[in-house]
């Protein structure tokens, strides 16, 4: 079937939040849009084609030994969501358009593409999850 012959109807959200444990989770050619995640936690997800995320929710969701290669997420909800990549794994995800501020799991992020503007919003997460206290002098 092609596209224009498909389903006009509008599609239900997914919803995988209170505590929706997703493993192995094999994402090809996939688009999440408005979903929620939240308190979800992805162990060992596969990104084996293309993956987006738009405007979705992670509010405090785990990804935990995932390989989302090149999967973008775009203006999504990343507060409290912690990354752990796993041994010798990098994350390489396109995490542009985001608020980076609230993540956890900062050292796992290596390889990620975001805009310059996000810096700040990083090293900001880099300081809460190293526990560090920043003094006036």
Known sequence: MD????????????????LATLDGLLLDDVLFEGCTFEYATFEKA?????AAFTGC?????TFTDCDLTDAVFSECTLRLTVFDAGR??????????N???GIRG????????INPTQQA???????ADLDITLEDD
């Open 121 to 127: 919003d990083l090293a900001q997460a880099l300081v």
């Open 88 to 97: 010798d794994r990098d994350l390489d995800l396109d995490l542009r358009g």
């Open 106 to 113: 900062v050292a796992a992020l290596s390889k990620i593409l």
């Open 46 to 50: 596969c990104a084996t084609g293309p």
């Open 99 to 101: 608020d980076l501020s």
């Open 57 to 61: 929710s992670f509010t405090n969701a």
């Open 3 to 18: 596209r224009e012959q498909a389903d006009p109807r509008p599609h239900p959200r997914l919803q995988a939040d209170g």
